[in-house]
C-alpha cells in the first residue's frame, strides 16, 4: 500500500509540474487550477488522512533530529513527510509562474527554475529571489 501510494503521489505530482508548465503558454493558461488547485488539494488531503490515522501510533517527534529520524523510520509517516513535499513545493512553483507574469523573466530561464524547484525545492525559489533581486531589487512575494 505504501509503495503503490508513493508511486501514485509522485505521478500526480509529476503531471501538476508538466501542467504548471504549459500553462506557461496562453492557450494552456487555462489548465492552471490542476497544477495550482487540484493537485495541491489532492496531495493535502492524503497527507492529513495519513496524518491523522498514523500520528498517533509514531515514535519520534520534531524536538531533535534524532527524534525527526525515528519518526520518519514509520513508513506511513515517511509517505506523509513525502506528499508534505510534493504539495509544498508545487505551491511553490505555482506561486514562481503567478510572479514571473509580473516579472516577465523568459520562458527559458522559468523552465530550469521550476525545475529546480522541483528537484531540490527551496534551491528553485532562493534562484528565482535571486533573479527578482538581480532585475528590481525586492524580495518576498509579489
Known sequence: MVESAFSAASTLAMTGWMALAASHFGRLRSIRPYPEII???LLSAAYAALILTFWAGADGGFSTLADVTLLFQTP???????????AFDLLIGAWIVRAN???????ALLLPILALTFLFGP??????QMLRLARSH?????
Open 101 to 107: 507574469e509580473v516579472e516577465g523573466l523568459p520562458f
Open 138 to 142: 525586492k524580495l518576498g512575494p509579489a
Open 123 to 128: 534551491v528553485g525559489y532562493l534562484v528565482f
Open 76 to 86: 506511513k509517516i515517511l509517505l506523509a513527510g513525502w506528499l508534505h513535499y510534493l
Open 39 to 41: 493537485v495541491p488539494l
